[in-house]
């Protein structure tokens, strides 16, 4: 794997979180989230099935329970390993893929749809952050 699609040390995906990462797609920018699992690690792209707009890793890393990736919006549960939603108002729906492998310790992007550009949110606004009210009551 090259240097190019490096993400990071595997062990700055933390145990109950996500790490936010942001991929180029020709011109566009999307943002993915990396989850450590028991033996591997997955990454889906980073918004609720329930509401595209609706970010899971606002910038601090997203709720992780029992190896499920918690919405906070909706309270929408979507399962680590296969990003199945398993409770909530997308129920059944699947969070979109991007290929990653951990080789020496290092977490790589493999997903030829993507170049690698940097860790972190997007740069773009966040409208998730509008008027809705969230999960938790906010």
């Not at 040390?9 to 990462?21: G, K, N, R």
Request: net charge negative.
């Amino acid at each position: 794997m090259d240097e190019a699609s490096r993400i990071a040390p595997l062990s700055d995906i933390p145990a109950d979180s996500t790490l936010l990462f942001t991929v180029r797609e020709g011109f566009d920018k999307v943002e993915v989230i990396c989850i450590e699992l028991e033996d591997s690690v997955a990454a889906w792209r980073n918004y609720c099935q329930h509401w595209t707009d609706v970010r899971l890793d606002k910038g601090s890393g997203a709720y992780v329970r029992d190896g499920e990736i918690v919405c906070e919006k909706h309270g929408a549960y979507f399962e680590g390993n296969s990003g199945l939603c398993t409770l909530g108002p997308c129920e059944g729906a699947v969070l979109n893929d991007v290929d990653v492998a951990v080789e020496d310790g290092d977490v790589y992007l493999t997903d030829e749809r993507y170049e690698f550009a940097h860790i972190g949110p997007s740069g773009e606004y966040d409208l998730s952050s509008g008027g809705r009210i969230d999960f938790a009551g906010n």
